[in-house]
Every structure is written in structure tokens, then in C-alpha cells.
């Protein structure tokens, strides 16, 4: 089964901008793994921020972007704010199988 | 709106079997275009995804858990079920179920520990 690497952490200044990366071990990421991207809050369910690469559902803040560089899926967040401090999961989808991330601890500082 | 809620027992003795319903309102699991499943996170780890299934009856399962685990479907009453066997400490977490299509949409999730 597949491994998904994202990075362990990342710290981004309020305003600012960061691009998180999910990447298997083997291959780059296609349209064909529909990469989602979903933000967890400590105590609170994940909540589906992207799916499908790039979609947005109407509770995603315009801020967050998500698309497909350099073989990783990437999530951008243009102007942070306090209330994104949170974990990100990606989670990219094969034939058999659904596999996480090890997800991103984002800090806004 | 859909929403999905599990329940089950809290605690599970080591060596006994794990067994959560998800219950679906708002939506069909007969609904095509949707997976359904369900997904665990034990405490302060990430996210694991256990095993999931079609509305036409096709069924996967992570290869790791797959010799204990079983995903079964009640479509009288819009309801799935996880059987988790020969359970140990490790197994404690917080189990979700979730639909994925178009996004995904989580259950609030679960607390079970495995524990004497």
C-alpha cells in the first residue's frame, strides 16, 4: 500500500502564504487520485476543505486553494489568519484503497 | 442534510470484537456515485482509512486490517456496521464513519478503548 508524505509541520506569519504537499512514495500524484484536503481542529471531526484537487465546497474560506505542482497534490493558503492554526490531511484515492497523509501541523505566528 | 452518527460500545475487552453502526439520515446508502466507510484515528495520531464500500456491493479493506476487519451493509435501515476482531490496545481510537463523493461528510465520531 501506498505511503503518503505530507510535511510534519509548518509555520506561516498572519497575512502570509504557504503551500502544503502530499506526495506518495512512489509515482507523482494525478487528477486521477482525487487529492482531497481536509482541516482538523484539536477535539473536532475533520472537516473536507478540498476534494477532488481543486473544488471547493461553499464552507471553504476563498483563501485556500488547492491543485497539483510539481507531482505533489497542494493546498495554498493565501492570507492566514489566526482561526486556520490547525492540522491538514490530504488523502488521495486508488483503485482499492483510500490512504492519509501523515498530516500537517500548521502554525500561524 | 445527510448525517451520519455512529454508535456502539465505548470499551472492548483485548482479544473480544470491536462493533460500530454508522446510521444515515438525510440520504440513501443506495445512492450511486458515494463510497461509504469508515475511518479511525487513535489519540494524538493521524488519520487512518480502514475500509469502505460501494452501493453495488463492492467492498475494500486497508491490507493491514483486512484478515479482521468486515464492513457490512443494512439497506432496510440505512445502516453499515464495522466488525473489528481480536482487538488490542493498539486498536483504541476514535472511529469515524464518513460518505465520500463530492467531498466527504464525517460522522462526529467515536471514542472506543480497548481495555481489561
Known amino acids: 500500500q501506498a505511503v503518503v508524505t505530507q510535511e510534519p509541520s509548518l509555520t506561516v506569519s498572519p497575512g502570509g502564504t504557504v503551500t502544503l504537499t502530499c506526495g506518495p512514495s512512489t509515482g507523482a500524484v494525478t487528477s486521477g487520485h482525487y487529492p482531497y484536503w481536509f482541516q482538523q481542529k484539536p477535539g473536532q471531526a475533520p472537516r473536507t476543505l478540498i476534494y477532488?484537487?481543486?473544488n471547493k465546497h461553499s464552507w471553504t474560506p476563498a483563501r485556500f486553494s488547492g491543485s497539483l505542482l510539481g507531482g505533489k497534490a497542494a493546498l495554498t493558503l493565501s492570507g492566514a489568519q489566526p482561526e486556520d492554526e490547525a492540522e491538514y490531511y490530504c488523502l488521495l484515492s486508488y483503485s482499492d484503497a483510500r490512504v492519509f497523509g501523515g498530516g500537517t501541523k500548521l502554525t500561524v505566528l | 442534510q445527510l448525517q451520519l452518527q455512529e454508535s456502539g460500545p465505548g470499551l472492548v475487552k483485548p482479544s473480544e470484537t470491536l462493533s460500530l453502526t454508522c446510521t444515515v439520515s438525510g440520504g440513501s446508502i443506495n445512492s450511486n456515485n458515494y463510497y461509504w466507510g469508515w475511518i479511525r484515528q487513535p489519540p494524538g495520531k493521524g488519520l487512518e482509512w480502514l475500509g469502505s464500500?460501494?452501493?453495488?456491493?463492492?467492498?475494500y479493506y486497508t491490507p493491514s486490517l483486512k484478515s479482521r476487519l468486515t464492513i457490512s451493509v443494512d439497506t432496510s435501515k440505512n445502516q453499515f456496521t464495522l466488525k473489528l476482531k481480536s482487538v488490542t490496545a493498539a486498536d483504541t481510537a476514535v472511529y469515524y464513519c464518513?460518505?465520500?463523493?463530492?467531498?466527504?461528510?464525517w460522522g462526529q465520531g467515536m471514542l472506543v478503548t480497548v481495555s481489561s
Open positions: 477532488d484537487t481543486s
Open positions: 464500500f460501494y452501493y453495488s456491493g463492492s467492498t
Open positions: 464518513a460518505r465520500q463523493g463530492l467531498g466527504v461528510v
